[in-house]
């Protein structure tokens, strides 16, 4: 089983930034991927950004230019860098993790508790 311990979340006024950081621990299996994605109140949860261990990155046109997803492989840590942070930013952020666990390279998604990131003057 893996666990995701997040942090780094807060209560910060517009233009202002935040890192978010997401260790992963546990049963580790052959890591994909590790990101982030969010929920803000009364909509669905969304892709932030995430990187492949080979460095491939996805990330959100909401926060292209804005956000910088990072990892450090040999922590299995990603760090998102938060920058230029706007009220519509304001959702719980998730981390996940997806690693092919096994002889059989079984598919897995985990997810971190999740931390509140909220922007407001």
């Known amino acids: 089983q893996v666990q995701l311990v997040e942090s780094g979340g807060g209560l910060v006024q517009p233009g202002e930034s935040l890192r978010l950081s997401c260790a992963a621990s546990?049963?580790?299996?052959?890591?994909?991927?590790m990101g982030w994605y969010r929920r803000a109140p009364g909509k669905e949860r969304e892709l932030v950004a995430t990187i492949t261990t080979s460095g491939n990155t996805d990330i959100a046109d909401s926060v292209k230019g804005r956000f910088t997803l990072s990892r450090d492989n040999a922590k299995n840590t990603a760090y998102l860098q938060m920058n230029s942070l706007k009220p519509e930013d304001t959702a719980v952020y998730s981390c996940n993790l997806v690693d092919f666990w096994g002889a059989t390279s079984l598919k897995r998604f985990s997810w971190g508790q999740g931390t509140q990131v909220t922007v407001s003057s």
């Open positions: 546990g049963s580790i299996g052959r890591i994909y991927s």
